[in-house]
């Protein structure tokens, strides 16, 4: 088998707010933006992995969710629990100073964790938690 991962999933709620996340602090390229308003879907990659993104989508948007459902994907997002991401950087504390100074919410200053990595975690403006893990 040859499979890779092309693109994961998260979900947004203001859209100019991800883009300056995304885009103007984690440095991604925005590959694509269509649609309006709130109702958005944005494409992000990092510069030279042409075959991997993340889309940012407008939970909302999906037919066959129920207002029930809406609502609680809307509180899960605000507790910041319902979506999650794991990045990799070599400069894990350039990176963390970056994310700082954008003013995101930090949830975990770089640490050595007892399982062998060390990493570091924010939430993005939606609330996703974005873990980001040293390589070496």
């Given amino acids: 088998m040859d499979i890779t991962i092309h693109t994961s999933f ?3 709620d203001d859209p100019d707010a991800s883009l300056a996340f995304y885009r103007d602090i984690l440095g991604f390229e925005v590959r694509s933006d269509v649609g309006q308003g709130k109702m958005r879907w944005i494409t ?3 510069v030279g992995q ?3 993104s993340i889309l940012l989508a407008p939970p909302a948007a999906d037919p066959g969710v129920t207002e029930d459902e809406r609502r609680t994907i809307a509180e899960m997002m605000a507790k910041g629990t319902y979506g999650w991401i794991l990045l990799a950087t070599r400069d894990l504390d350039g990176t963390f ?3 700082l100074a954008g003013d995101a919410e930090v949830v975990q200053e770089p640490t050595e964790q ?3 990595i060390r990493d570091c975690a924010f939430r993005d403006p939606a609330g996703n938690l974005v873990r980001i893990q040293e390589l070496r």
Avoid: R
């Fill in 10 to 12: 998260l979900p947004h």
């Fill in 44 to 46: 992000f990659g990092p």
């Fill in 50 to 52: 042409p075959d991997t």
């Fill in 97 to 99: 100073e970056k994310v």
């Fill in 114 to 116: 007892p399982y062998g």
